[in-house]
């Protein structure tokens, strides 16, 4: 897994899993944002299992997906709020970075 910060407040990342949230604890993340869509991909693990482990790491944790390179409005909203509510640095995922790194343009304009 490689992290990459686009500021002090955020890091973005390809797929994460289970056996990687120590390290994202241990590198001094406290919150995540998942922006890709249960079941995008066989295999990839659902966000209820991502949440539920981070929270047992003292992580939080939301889903705010976006799919086919669609940026709805509210979606926007929702990361831009999420970025002001939840503890940072914040590290944000999709499948590649790509959509978690539009996410964060997008929502601080």
Request: one cysteine or more; glycine letters at 10%; charged letters at 15%.
């Amino acid at each position: 897994m490689t992290i990459r910060p686009l500021d002090d407040t955020i890091g973005v990342c390809a797929q994460i899993t289970v056996e990687d949230l120590p390290g994202i604890a241990a590198q001094g993340y406290r919150s995540l944002i998942c922006n890709r869509p249960d079941d995008e991909e066989p295999g990839q693990p659902s966000f209820a299992e991502i949440a539920a482990a981070a929270s047992a790491l003292g992580l939080q944790a939301r889903h705010i997906p976006v799919a086919g390179g669609v940026f709805p409005p509210d979606a926007v909203a929702a990361f831009g709020a999420a970025m002001a509510e939840l503890p940072g640095p914040v590290l944000a995922y999709c499948r590649s970075g790509a959509r978690s790194t539009t996410m964060r343009q997008l929502s601080v304009g």
